[in-house]
């Protein structure tokens, strides 16, 4: 649930309206109790019990992707060229060795 978060919260970072998260879990709510025939007081609690640990997680996450976007810009900005393309290189081959499923993330040409 925090890797869904964490992705959520980069994408979330990129919207430049304001969000009302509470809105989304009674838009969701309604939404599941008239596409679920069996919704019933159970699916309702664990619904409520998800969506409550989903807000306060990104909650949390809400304005890190911006100091962390700018942090990366300055440490990037420090290294010349060469070891920039080292590095992002490297770093490729260790994110898809370590996450496979990661290459999903980006678009093949």
Known sequence: ???????LSLRMAKYKGTMNLGEYKAVMLASLRSLCKDW??????????LWENVERMIKVLMGKPAVQEAALNKFFGAMDEKTQNIVRREVYV?????APAGQDYFKQS
């Open 94 to 98: 260790k994110f898809f060795a370590l």
């Open 40 to 49: 019933g007081s159970l699916h309702e609690v664990s619904w409520t019990w």
């Open 1 to 7: 649930l925090q890797e869904e978060c964490d992705v």
